[in-house]
């Protein structure tokens, strides 16, 4: 398969080691430096562009990519505000978006499993929740994007909380997101619940940004050739 990358930093040179590896041709690779390349040949021949860069210019990349008949697999967060304006412009250009605020295989059963301890949750009113996500210092938003996505995972679940807060419980009804920016983490999410007489926790932990490209290749593999919003409940079936 023939894939462009947009965004050549650590994220896109791991990537790109990872789709030669199974096999695929790297035909373009756009950074701040040649965006020109957007309307190049080489990058118009590319089945899917595999975007990795910052929300400040996410959407332009996506609508540049379109623009050349490009699908495009993205993992960029801190924009999804425009998101529901987007789904509409896709589906009225007839184009492809594969989105999802993280990649990781592991990450997803994580997703998973926080849904279904929240329902069981909803049950024991006694338990508060809260969230940690810990990332390195060259992350830009925050929260992250995976720990919205599991917060709103908990929100479609827990009916004693109605929105997230950054930091605190400013009421009963918000649920804290604390965000931490340290070191080379790669991520680091963590659902705690409180009651008077335990506490229940479950961890995700990654070690290397490999199972994030890891991820992003295999949906690149399946969004060739589809139209429309994809995500990893499509890819995965969840």
């Known amino acids: 398969m023939k894939i462009a990358l947009?965004?050549?930093?650590k994220m896109g040179k791991t990537i790109e080691r990872i789709a030669i590896e199974r096999g695929h041709e790297i035909v373009s690779v756009i950074d701040v430096d040649n965006l020109d390349d957007f309307d190049s040949e080489a990058f118009k021949s590319a089945e899917v562009a595999i975007e990795f860069t910052v929300p400040?210019?996410?959407?332009?990349n996506y609508r540049r990519a379109f623009a050349?008949?490009?699908?495009?697999?993205?993992?960029?967060t801190g924009w999804t505000e425009e998101l529901p304006a987007l789904k509409k412009e896709i589906e009225a250009g007839g184009s492809t978006l594969f989105w999802s605020s993280n990649f990781s295989i592991g990450v997803n059963i994580f997703m998973v499993v926080n849904k279904h301890l929240a329902?069981?949750?909803n049950q024991f009113p006694s338990y508060n929740v809260e969230m940690t996500e810990v990332h390195h210092t060259q992350k830009l938003d925050a929260p992250s994007g995976t720990a919205i996505t599991l917060a709103e995972g908990i929100l479609e679940n827990l009916d004693r909380?109605?929105?997230?807060?950054?930091?605190?419980?400013?009421?009963?009804?918000?649920?804290?997101?604390k965000s931490i920016r340290?070191?080379?983490?790669?991520?680091?999410?963590?659902i705690h619940y409180e009651s008077e007489v335990d506490s229940i926790t479950i961890t995700h932990d990654a070690k290397s940004r490999e199972g994030f490209a890891l991820g992003a290749v295999v949906a690149a593999e399946f969004t060739a050739g589809k139209k429309g919003f994809l995500g990893m409940n499509d890819l995965f079936k969840f």
């Open 161 to 177: 909380k109605n929105t997230w807060s950054k930091e605190v419980e400013t009421k009963p009804t918000d649920m804290a997101i």
């Open 68 to 76: 050349s008949g490009v699908a495009v697999v993205s993992g960029t």
């Open 182 to 190: 340290e070191g080379q983490v790669p991520g680091i999410h963590t």
């Open 6 to 9: 947009i965004g050549y930093g």
């Open 56 to 60: 400040a210019v996410a959407l332009s």
């Open 119 to 121: 329902a069981i949750m």
